[in-house]
């Protein structure tokens, strides 16, 4: 069983070393990592390759804060080679460590979700609150 644990780790574990040298998060579906360098509050969409993840489009953060979840916009960052892969937002959230969120995008038109953090986010953070006439199931 230690085997089985040691092999499902290294089939999850990146196949390529951060370009920035933040922490690597996969996307969904093989379409390559998110790279969350924590120091300078950026995100960075990258393919497996370690090039830039270019076509990204509408690109939010939800964190969970103690208030409940608060969305962070995020916009693009002066990075000159990774300039339409690299995004930021000057909340402190993005460069704390501890933050548990949510990444929401459009790449190449595909909707992806990334969870970040040591911590699971609430399955409830990037979902909109339901109206109390939607929650109640009608007979």
């Known amino acids: 069983q230690r085997q ?4 499902d780790r290294a089939a999850t ?4 070393k951060p370009p920035h040298g933040g922490r690597l998060v996969a996307m969904p579906d093989n379409r390559g990592y998110v790279e969350w360098v924590i120091d300078a509050g950026r995100l960075y969409l990258v393919d497996s390759a370690a090039a830039p993840a270019r076509g990204a489009e ?10 409940g979840p608060r969305q962070l916009p995020l ?3 002066q990075d ?4 339409e892969a690299c995004w930021t937002n000057p909340a ?9 969120g949510v990444l929401r995008f459009l790449l190449e038109g595909q ?6 953090g040591t911590q699971p986010a609430p399955a409830t953070t990037d979902l909109p609150a339901l109206r109390p006439a939607e929650a109640i199931e009608k007979p």
Do not use: Y
């Not at 000159?80 to 300039?83: L, Q, V």
């Not at 909707?111 to 970040?116: A, D, F």
């Open 92 to 100: 402190p959230e993005l460069r704390n460590q501890d933050t548990a």
């Open 13 to 16: 574990a990146p196949t390529i």
């Open 75 to 77: 916009a693009p960052c």
């Open 80 to 83: 000159a080679d990774f300039g």
């Open 111 to 116: 909707p992806l979700r990334v969870v970040l």
């Open 4 to 7: 089985m644990c040691i092999r």
């Open 58 to 67: 509408n690109v939010v953060l939800t964190v969970h804060t103690a208030a």
